[in-house]
């Protein structure tokens, strides 16, 4: 009869103290939060490379707090990847809130040259940027597959414009 009040007193504990501390997010928790490329922006050469900032919303719907782990992504135009970012400091999603995200990216040369080439043929290009998010769980981390897939229209006349399209032309187009 101890060995059963015992056994029940200390259920009763553990499950009080999940209640008040709040339970750990699950994969449903995740699977409502969303991740958005808001903003694409070009910086500037540096070191013959291209420099690019993107900005990721990422939005947390529940009632929880979430940590991401980190963010892994890449920019494609026509299935060739243009170069890869990534976060692997920890972040801390709000309840009920969303935190902006800035990364960095860098184009090497090659592909800055080919992604140029083709913005001058159409006038524009598509630019695929998709993305992973890694979240803690209990178990370790978890690879959210897909957390980002956004397509952009970069247009290289307002491209040109923000470059100092002279200077660039110059540079590129020979």
Do not use: H
Request: charged residues 20%; hydrophobic residues 45%.
């Amino acid at each position: 009869m101890r060995f059963l009040t015992r056994l029940l007193l200390s259920s009763a504990l553990l499950l009080s103290a999940l209640v008040l501390t709040g339970c750990p997010p699950t994969a449903s928790d995740w699977r409502q939060c969303r991740f958005v490329v808001t903003d694409v922006r070009f910086v500037g050469l540096r070191e013959n490379q291209a420099e690019w900032s993107v900005v990721v919303s990422a939005v947390n719907p529940t009632r929880k707090v979430l940590k991401l782990e980190g963010l892994q992504m890449a920019a494609r135009l026509e299935g060739d990847t243009l170069g890869k970012l990534g976060n692997a400091i920890p972040i801390v999603l709000a309840p009920r809130d969303t935190t902006e995200i800035e990364l960095g990216l860098l184009i090497p040369p090659t592909a800055w040259n080919k992604a140029l080439k083709q913005m001058q043929r159409g006038g524009s290009s598509e630019i695929l940027i998709t993305g992973d998010a890694f979240v803690k769980t209990w178990f370790g981390t978890r690879k959210v597959t897909n957390a980002i897939n956004k397509k952009y229209t970069v247009n290289l006349a307002e491209l040109m414009g923000t470059m100092g399209g002279d200077l660039l032309r110059n540079l590129f187009f020979r």
